[in-house]
């Protein structure tokens, strides 16, 4: 048995610039930090002429023999691209499940996808460096399935910890943010993630803010240059030490990108975040694309019991995390890596 696992981020700013529609003009610019909450990939093998995929997720199950190419367009078409990218020919089972639920906002997809490409590389006994492992990640989802997301979750998932990320046309360059250990222990004091009851898919949203910075849209151009703007202060003001910058660049943050596309927001989405401004929160946004998922606020610990009752009561739940500073790894490995290494391609 071998079991993979990569991390769940917070998007503090910078989120969606990392589209390439915006990107490839302009450059990107992203501050995010990794979860003590993650996507596990569990994989074994058996003697069968066929591959078994299931997730918990979305409980789905599939099953295929290798008398022919993987059919990538049925479900569970993530983990079929990535296993058929590693060309394995032996029989394989692969258990896919995330600690929060999909399309909340936290990148479990990509997360995934990094976890499961972390999991082949090993059980082929393939290096590969966390860059690599986050290209190929977003060159299976964005080039291969076509999915309409940015480059951030990826990175995130794959390097851990907390970063600053640029993207540009000629590649992503990752920094990591290193804040000492007390600075580390106050900014978790302050972070606090509420579920909204709701899941989405953020492939609508993205879809139309991807068309309007292609279209060159002025409002939604101008909303992704404050966007940026904020994660190039953001990154400056935690170097310094400054983590209370951070609740400020989130409301900066999130004004703006209510500008980028229809369903972002709502009315019960402002009530919440109104409510938890005026019960003494600082900052805040819906995290991912919007719509639903989990909310983020930076607080002051004194504000914290009233901001939790507040939401509470409007019937929103608080999740306990705390930041994490691994990236994807293997926790468990009972295998060979040999036993794949006569079944591959070349």
């Known amino acids: 048995m071998l079991i993979a696992r990569a991390p769940l ?4 700013a910078g989120g969606g ?5 915006y990107y490839g003009k302009y450059g990107g610019a992203v501050v995010s930090t990794s979860i003590d909450k993650y996507s596990y990939v569990i994989v074994s093998l058996n ?4 591959i078994q995929v299931s997730s918990s997720d979305y409980q ?3 099953r295929q ?3 022919g190419a993987l059919l990538w367009e049925t479900d569970l078409s993530l983990p079929k691209v990535v296993i058929d990218h590693f060309g394995i020919q032996s ?3 692969v258990f896919l499940a995330s600690q929060v639920p999909p399309g909340t906002g936290l990148g479990s997809s990509s997360t995934l996808a990094v976890a499961l490409i972390k999991a082949m590389s090993v059980l082929c006994d393939i290096s590969m460096t966390q860059h690599e492992i986050a290209q190929l990640a977003c060159h299976i989802e964005i080039d291969k399935l076509g999915t309409p997301i940015g480059r951030q979750d990826q990175y995130a998932a794959a390097y851990g910890g907390l970063n600053y990320m640029e993207f540009t046309a000629e590649g992503v360059k990752v920094e990591p943010l290193q804040l000492a250990h007390e600075l580390t222990t106050e900014l978790q004091r302050r972070l606090m993630l509420f579920f909204t009851g709701r899941s989405r898919s953020s492939a609508e949203i993205l879809v139309e803010q991807k068309r309007n910075s292609e279209r060159n849209r002025a409002t939604v151009i101008n909303a992704l240059h404050v966007i940026k703007r904020a994660a190039l202060r953001l990154r400056d003001e935690l ?5 209370q910058a951070i609740g400020e660049c989130l409301d900066v943050s999130w004004a703006a990108k209510r500008q980028l596309a229809a369903g972002i927001t709502d009315p019960w989405i402002d009530q919440w975040y109104g409510a938890a ?5 600082s900052g805040g946004k819906i995290s991912g694309a919007g719509g639903g998922g989990f909310m983020l606020l930076y607080c002051e610990p004194e504000f914290q019991r009233r901001v939790t009752a507040t939401l509470q009561a409007l019937g929103l739940m608080p999740m306990d995390f705390r930041l994490a500073s691994g990236g994807a790894m293997v926790i468990v490995n009972t295998m060979y890596a040999h036993a794949l290494s006569n079944a591959r391609h070349d």
Not at 17 to 21: I, K, Q, S
Not at 47 to 50: E, I, R, W
């Open 65 to 67: 023999g290798f008398e």
């Open 91 to 93: 029989g394989i089972s």
């Open 17 to 21: 610039t990392d589209l390439e529609a």
């Open 239 to 243: 170097l310094r030490g400054n983590i």
């Open 60 to 62: 789905t199950f599939y």
């Open 277 to 281: 401004l005026r019960a003494g929160a």
């Open 47 to 50: 003697d069968a002429p066929y």
């Open 9 to 12: 981020r917070l998007s503090f």
